[in-house]
């Protein structure tokens, strides 16, 4: 760093610049853009290419070194515009955080004083630092509530009481707050901008509009779409089937020709060469597209989500030329000409739940599956992708999961799409069981449906 | 040929080939060339993403090299082969043929990213709907375009002695790997405004009249914005669509002129029918509408 008259050091103009891009990347992590150094260095050669104070080209620079696919392009401006701001802009932020700093020193005032009331043993303080009693303003009510309880229960019996327990208690309370302590400064570390006052401005603008950059409408639990969104999220629906049907019908793999050699018409090819083998031919190899099999949860359980599976179901249907649908509950239903059959308006396919035979009833996915085996064994083979939309609420789990682990074997691939989110499989042992067999995925908003299909399903096969 | 061009100059050059941008396309392609990046092109299918690397192979006067990517493209196909018929007539001309002697350039096809390689000045490559290749030939992707080398067992290692200039174009039908997309400037286009539209009619087809110009931007907007199609028409179909408007004699859309030239925009049955009942319930009020 060059070093003034003065004796201090001046900053440097490019350390400055890669400092704010640093921070600008810290932001653009924050709000999910994977940006990595290699990213930043770009950025710093993209800027010297540019005219410095033109924004527009700034920003055009910056976007194209940084937001490198469709969804981080769409919330990019947004988060440049919160973050490079004119210095007006930055003034009033540094005054309205102030103003915060300030209503949140006095809301921490007055959580001490009600620290202090409440931390009491035998009717006297505890005698607790400052900053003791401010980690336990910043607790839950839940937790809070629980130390107030300890002391409760400790001050149970006064008869009994012995005021040499003070220090025992006090000492108790102390290591509480100091693993509290310890606990919230480790998640206010994870927090996006690690203290940074720019960073966490620059997130805070980011996300204080409409729901981090997305389409709200990802965000919405599925059974929370609200009616009138409902022709949109129908349309949206259908966009992601259909992607979801490219994922699995496109072949990926090479074919291996050079062990597929058609000797009859190779010989026969050759013959105007006296023999020798010039032109090879080789055996084509028979493209052939995937069948989806679809089984769509229609019980009780998932009445909420009703909306979402025949939207779902119907959008496949529309480009999958080799589909089967069944819906299940207690048994299996076989929905494919019907489901075909329909303009998949709201009211056509609420006409299609109101005619089955198993909608709404409880949930057994062992007879379904069993049916299934039974009746449409034709189905089951090496070409065939079992797609599989339920709560995994279900009786019979064990006998399910049998049938599935043989059926994997006889199939390409199960995918499961889990309208309870991944955190609270752990508390379902029919989740367990069944996810050994299957590949699950978490499903229970649009967003997480496009998650699905961004990651690698189904890698390897085909 | 002339790599070294100023923003303005390329901006002009764009122009003069006929592709109407504005800088939000053309700034990431002007930084791909001075920091010698490949450009990543991304959106939906026929807002002109291929088109960038033939104007840029006309500008640079270049050839252009075009590596077209399928389901189950393998290197063979992308890199090269050997020529297999030739090496046997050699051995059948001369029995006196060594190993070494099969094994030389002359007896090696050349696939476009070889042929890019080994150009003998600076070519375009365009690898064209790359998110159609496998994960594992992606990744074999991102390390030639890093290295710009290739080992080939018999021959050794044959480095380009000219960077080409990359364009990858990607539909984004699968997420491309971080890896190669980190090693990328990255543009995505968008369909066009309206009035961008019209410039793009205008430059392409200078014989359509302003008015029907303006009329079939509008209603090709709307199109894409406004109706909930299986495929949304390109500017491609915007262009075919004035060409037969004018070779019909047509000055100005009404009901019966769309409905009777639908299918020069909409290629499916049931888009054909959604456009229908859309004209059925208001005419052209909403297809007309800014």
Redesign the interface.
């Known amino acids: 760093m060059p070093t003034g008259s003065n004796g201090f050091s001046t900053p440097d103009p490019g350390l400055l610049l890669t400092l704010r891009l640093a921070r600008f990347a810290a932001v653009l992590r924050a709000a999910g853009i994977p940006v990595g150094s290699g990213e930043v260095i770009d950025a710093l050669d993209a800027l010297r290419e540019v005219d410095p104070l033109d924004r527009e080209q700034t920003r055009l620079a910056l976007s194209a070194t940084m937001a490198k696919d469709e969804r981080a392009h769409a919330s990019f401006d947004r988060l440049f515009a919160g973050f490079f701001i004119s210095p007006q802009e930055a003034a009033s932020r540094e005054s309205s955080r102030t103003a915060r700093e300030e209503l949140q020193a006095a809301e921490d005032r007055r959580r001490m004083g009600e620290g202090r009331a409440d931390l009491q043993f035998m009717g006297r303080q505890l005698d607790l630092t400052d900053e003791q009693l401010a980690t336990y303003s910043r607790l839950s009510a839940a937790q809070r509530e629980r130390l107030r309880e300890f002391l409760q229960r400790a001050d149970g019996d006064p008869a009994s009481l012995d005021p040499a327990l003070l220090p025992l208690v006090e000492h108790v309370v102390r290591e509480h707050l100091e693993r509290w302590r310890r606990q919230l400064a480790v998640a206010r570390r994870a927090a996006p901008g690690a203290n940074d006052e720019q960073i966490d401005d620059g997130y805070r603008g980011f996300v204080a509009g409409a729901g981090g950059g997305d389409d709200p409408l990802l965000q919405l639990d599925m059974q929370q779409i609200p009616a009138q969104e409902t022709g949109r999220a129908m349309a949206l629906i259908r966009k992601l089937a259909r992607r979801l049907a490219a994922r699995i019908m496109r072949r990926y793999r090479a074919a291996r020709r050079d062990e597929r050699i058609d000797f009859r018409r190779t010989i026969r090819a050759n013959y105007r060469y006296g023999g020798t083998l010039i032109d090879l031919r080789y055996r084509a190899r028979r493209l052939r597209k995937p069948r989806i099999v679809l089984i769509c949860d229609v019980s009780g359980s998932m009445a909420k989500y009703s909306s979402f599976t025949l939207y779902f179901a119907h959008g496949l249907a529309k480009v999958v030329s080799d589909l089967r649908a069944f819906l299940f509950a207690e048994d299996l239903e076989d929905v494919t000409p019907r489901l075909r059959a329909l303009a998949g308006t709201p009211s056509t396919l609420a006409g299609l739940a109101e005619g089955s035979k198993v909608w709404g009833k409880g949930t057994n996915l062992g007879i379904a599956l069993r049916r299934l085996e039974d009746e449409h064994d034709r189905l089951l083979t090496g070409n065939t992708v079992f797609v599989i939309v339920s709560d995994t609420k279900t009786l019979a789990a064990a006998e399910a999961a049998a049938i599935l682990a043989r059926m994997r074997a006889r199939v390409r691939g199960i995918i499961w799409l889990n309208t309870v989110p991944a955190d609270q499989w752990d508390t379902l042992p029919a989740a367990v069981l069944l996810a050994e067999h299957v590949d699950m995925y978490q499903c229970s908003s649009l967003g997480d449906l496009e998650t699905v299909l961004r990651r690698a399903i189904l890698v390897g096969t085909g | 040929m002339d790599f070294d061009l100023s923003?303005a100059e390329l901006a002009e050059a764009f122009r003069a080939y006929d592709y109407i941008c504005g800088?939000?396309v053309l700034?990431?392609v002007?930084?791909a060339l001075?920091?010698h990046?490949p450009l990543?092109v991304?959106g939906a299918p026929g807002v002109g993403k291929t088109e960038i690397a033939k104007v840029l192979a006309k500008i640079l006067d270049v050839e252009l090299i075009r590596l077209q990517c399928y389901?189950?493209?393998?290197e063979n196909k992308a890199l090269y082969e050997w020529n297999?018929?030739r090496q046997?007539?050699r051995i059948?001309m001369g029995r006196d043929a060594r190993e070494s002697d099969l094994f030389t350039e002359e007896y090696l096809l050349m696939r476009p990213l070889l042929r890019a390689i080994r150009s003998a000045t600076r070519p375009v490559l365009l690898i064209d709907e790359v998110d159609?290749?496998?994960?594992a030939f992606e990744a074999f992707l991102f390390e030639l375009l890093s290295d710009f080398q290739v080992s080939i067992p018999e021959l050794g290692t044959l480095t380009a002695d000219h960077i080409p200039v990359v364009v990858l174009t990607s539909n984004?039908?699968?997420?491309?790997s971080?890896g190669l997309?980190?090693r990328?400037?990255?543009?995505?286009i968008d369909f066009p405004s309206p009035e961008r539209e019209v410039e793009i009619i205008r430059a392409r087809a200078p014989a359509v009249p302003a008015a029907l110009a303006r009329q079939i931007s509008l209603a090709m907007h709307f199109l894409r914005t406004g109706l909930?199609l299986?495929k949304k028409p390109s500017i491609a179909e915007t262009l075919d669509w004035a060409q037969a408007l004018l070779s019909l004699g047509i000055g100005e859309l009404d009901a019966a002129v769309v409905a009777g030239t639908a299918g020069m925009i909409l290629k499916n049955h049931?888009d054909l029918e959604t456009l229908a009942r859309e004209l059925d319930a208001n005419g052209l009020k909403r297809l007309l509408n800014a």
């Open positions: 923003n800088q939000d700034l990431p002007y930084l001075r920091l990046k990543l991304e389901e189950g493209l393998d297999y018929q046997l007539l059948q159609k290749v496998d994960e984004s039908e699968r997420e491309l971080d997309k980190r990328c400037i990255y543009l995505y909930d299986r049931s």
